[in-house]
């Protein structure tokens, strides 16, 4: 195959980077999934000492009781510059809005647009506390501010007329079943309300294998023809499924076309804690989605949380979520492990429902792109590799350096 002439350039590059040394050139990362207004929060008021989701979710409802818009801001600038400099230029951010004043909302919408320049951030309306499990929008009191009397379900669509890009839920953390479904299908009605808004289930995150919202999701991508758009988050139930109805789901799942979002480092955490042993690994189903990948199922990965009451730890690296993996998920072939970085690369861009046109290194695309000091995804993982350079549209955002060792002394050769 020959190659296509390169194009007459109409201005000079301001500096060159010398890729002479073992350097891989990649499109950015993508963090498919995290919540950037409870990162920085660990231990805020307590920690979280049983590591389970529910006393993160309790820890959290005491915590943003005390948010503010400038508060969330700069935890989420200074999260989103850590990104930055590890080669994260797509993220897609969760903002509570089980809050009657919308903070964290309001705060992710400014950062959206504050760092519109050299990153991509979109913000998903999430109800942490469940569309229909709250006692808001059942007072009667004249005296009782009317913005606090709101339900979550309103809420949710508040958030959707002030912008929020994603429509989100969590069905499993509704107080039944049906109450889960009903959430699922408002989700999905919201969605097509408001422009045929992309859509971010929190889906089945528990070890019940009871759990089973996903293929309502699924469901209603299929009779909504919208499946490239919609997002099952999590889904670790699907860990702990019998065989024969996971095979199923799988069919399901192929003809629904959806994207599916696992958090390795979070869902290796939090789940499992109620096991003694054998102990589950608590995560959903990497490999064997992946293994369906021609048929239409997409897989990416994100960190969830990075030093919040679910996750005390993170640094905002998703060469440490590939790694994970990578090891969680046993996904330890050469072509195995070069998709885990393709999850955190291309994956991801198709989760995000990025253009095509917008993502990759290309004549003619955007000039996004980072430079890792490695010789290939495998290399690159193994070691955890530092990106030397992070270039934004065509500018030079970020730059490190790759550490050096120098042995102080000498020692005998090896052999």
Known sequence: MSASPLPETMTVAYREIDLKHASLVSPPFVESHIHLDSVMTAGEPRWNESGTLFEGIDIWRERKQSLTVENVKHRALQALKEQAQQGVLFVRTHADVSEANLVALRALLEVRDLVQDWMTVQVVAFPQDGL??????????????????????????????????????IPHYELTREDGVRSVHRIFELAQQYSGRMIDIHCDETDDDQSRFLEVVAACAIRSHNGPRVTASHTTAFGSYNNAYALKLLGILERAQINLVSNPLINMTL??????????????????????????????????????????????????????????SQMTGLAQINACYDMITWNGAKTLHIPTEEYGIDVGKPANLIVLNGTSRYDVLRRRATVQYVISKGKLICETSVPTTTWMTDIAPAG
Not at 141 to 168: H, I, T, Y
Not at 299 to 326: E, F, K, R, T
């Open 132 to 169: 229909y499990n709250s006692n808001s929008g059942h007072h009667h009191d004249d005296d009782v501010d009317v913005a606090a009397s709101k339900s979550n379900e309103e809420l949710l669509e508040q958030a959707l007329q002030m912008g929020a890009d994603v429509v989100g839920g």
């Open 271 to 328: 789940q499992g804690r109620t096991d003694t042993y054998p102990k589950r690994r608590g995560l959903t189903r990497i490999k064997e989605l992946w293994e369906r990948r021609d048929a239409g199922i997409n897989v990416s990965l994100g960190h969830d949380c990075i030093q919040d009451p679910w996750y005390s730890l993170g640094c905002g690296n998703m060469l440490d979520v590939a790694h994970m993996a990578i090891h969680a």
